[in-house]
């Protein structure tokens, strides 16, 4: 008999922030507009792909001790910044796990309760010029030192797709905390040969804590390992870091 999934631990993370002790409810739909082709000599009207839409919501309590700033003020605050890397996991955001990620731009913002309740939150958005990507969790939680993350098999990149990723730094600490992170391939779990595919930009101090998005890389790629290399330096660093990527 098949096991039922609770919708119980999903993560969500916006910018350099984790929404998901706040929140209790989400929701994501991904689509594509119908395009109408008309011509003389055809039996019936009939629909082309065209460009798709990502839109997305989420609510929950408006208060959480667990976000330096409050959920309240992150969600106002980013209230129609443009392109800001968001990422959704359905399941738990363990490594591995399914992810989906997108650069997004929040377009509403409600707040309220009424006397006696929890005071809530209401947001919704959409994709900012960027697919939706189903990918996975390359890696995730606290790094203070340099190495790598434990190989996932992805997969390889085809002549037609590419490699997208995303990577939100959540917490930084330490004293000239420094870390500079780098996605490798391989054709075997392990790495003997591993080559550097794409490097994030350096994170320098708390000003690094935020989120990238990066440039897509073209296929073709053959390798199907795939790990996170992070260099690190400072006096006593550490970063809490999820880092996703997709292929499509």
């Not at 839109?55 to 980013?78: C, H, K, M, R």
């Not at 870390?179 to 391989?186: A, E, F, H």
């Not at 992070?230 to 292929?247: C, E, Q, R, S």
Request: aromatic share 10%.
């Amino acid at each position: 008999m098949a096991k039922t999934r609770v919708y119980r631990d999903v993560k969500i993370y916006s910018g350099g922030y984790d929404l998901s002790g706040t929140s209790n409810q989400l929701e994501i739909a991904y689509e594509y507009d119908k395009v109408e082709v008309k011509h003389f000599g055809q039996a019936c009207r009939y629909s082309v792909k065209g460009l798709p839409r990502f839109t997305w919501s989420f609510e929950g309590n408006a208060y959480s001790d667990s976000i330096p700033a409050g959920s309240e003020d992150v969600l106002f605050g980013q209230l129609g910044a443009p392109d800001i890397p968001a990422t959704f996991c359905p399941v738990n955001g363990a490594q591995g796990d399914v992810a989906y990620f997108a650069k997004t731009m929040q377009s509403s913002y409600q707040a309220g309760a009424t006397v006696g309740e929890m005071y809530t939150f209401a947001v919704e958005g959409e994709g900012e010029n960027a697919p939706l990507v189903r990918g996975r969790v390359l890696d995730t939680g606290s790094r203070i030192a340099s190495g790598q993350s434990t190989p996932i098999q992805l997969g390889a990149v085809a002549a037609d797709q590419q490699l997208y990723a995303c990577l939100h730094v959540l917490v930084v600490g330490g004293t000239n905390p420094t870390m500079t992170c780098s996605i490798q391939s391989d054709d075997a779990q392990s790495f003997a040969s591993p080559v550097v595919r794409a490097t994030f930009s350096a994170v320098t101090g708390a000003t690094g804590i935020g989120a990238q998005y990066l440039v897509p890389i073209v296929g073709p790629i053959t390798d199907t390992w795939w790990r996170a290399n992070y260099a690190i330096g400072g006096t006593n660093p550490t970063f809490t870091i999820v880092l996703v990527a997709g292929i499509q």
